[in-house]
């Protein structure tokens, strides 16, 4: 996974609390992307940032979700209140210049969220 | 229509079978093309990139169609370990890529 750590790698929640997902990108890569899967489907684009600044979000939940990457640390997407609804696989990725020039994005394992 | 449509499958062909996946995208500034292999509960891995009009590596081969957004992947001589879902990943124009809903593969003994 070429260096992309994402942790915790698996977390229970229940139904209002709140969850928090790290992701350190590879060493020298600038650009975050966060992903998530459902049971049984595809990954969903959510969010792309790039030091401090917030790219794209246009796959964000309008309410309750929110991403930030730091000058310093990880990056984090913070879900409040979780619902049922939430628990899904959510894959963190990281680029060293922005995917659209071809540079490729390299996943982390992943960080598998359950709602009871 | 989708950004990205594939045809989800299930491919069940036999070991040292040809397979070929096709797919579609819609947004004609998409610059780069990737190809991405994810196996069950696992995160997607790089298999290929796609240059120019296509490019080989091994039993894979990618083609691109830029004048009718469509993108193909060739796998010969199928193995076992073949076995994952394939994702065709076209960037966009703000540098996220977009991942389809992936083509599922059962290589059989």
């Known amino acids: 996974n070429a260096g992309v750590m994402q942790n915790p790698r698996h977390l229970v929640r229940r139904r209002g609390q709140e969850a928090r997902l790290r992701c350190s990108p590879v060493?020298?890569?600038?650009?975050v992307y966060w992903y998530r899967q459902l049971p049984e489907e595809g990954l969903k684009f959510m969010v792309y940032l790039q030091k401090e600044n917030i790219i794209d979000e246009s796959g964000m939940p309008k309410e309750r979700f929110s991403a930030e990457f730091p000058k310093e640390g990880p990056s984090i997407l913070r879900i409040q209140q979780v619902v049922r609804g939430d628990s899904a696989a959510y894959f963190c990725?990281?680029?060293?210049?922005?995917?659209?020039?071809?540079?490729?994005?390299?996943f982390g394992e992943g960080s598998w969220l359950t709602v009871v | 229509r989708k950004e990205v449509e594939q045809d989800p499958g299930p491919f069940n062909v036999p070991e040292g079978a040809t397979v070929a996946f096709n797919c579609t995208y819609s947004?004609?500034?998409?610059?780069?093309f990737f190809w991405y292999r994810q196996d069950c509960r696992k995160e997607p891995k790089l298999l290929m990139s796609?240059?120019?009009s296509g490019n080989e590596d091994g039993r894979f081969t990618a083609q691109l169609n830029r004048a009718s957004q469509y993108i193909s992947l060739l796998i010969r001589d199928s193995k076992l370990s073949d076995s994952a879902t394939y994702l065709c990943?076209?960037?966009?124009?703000?540098?996220?890529?977009?991942f389809g809903q992936g083509t599922t593969l059962q290589v059989k003994p």
């Open positions: 990725a990281s680029s060293r210049d922005s995917a659209f020039s071809g540079n490729t994005i390299y």
């Open positions: 796609v240059y120019s």
């Open positions: 947004n004609s500034a998409s610059q780069s």
């Open positions: 060493k020298g890569h600038s650009h």
């Open positions: 990943v076209p960037s966009s124009n703000t540098g996220k890529l977009i």
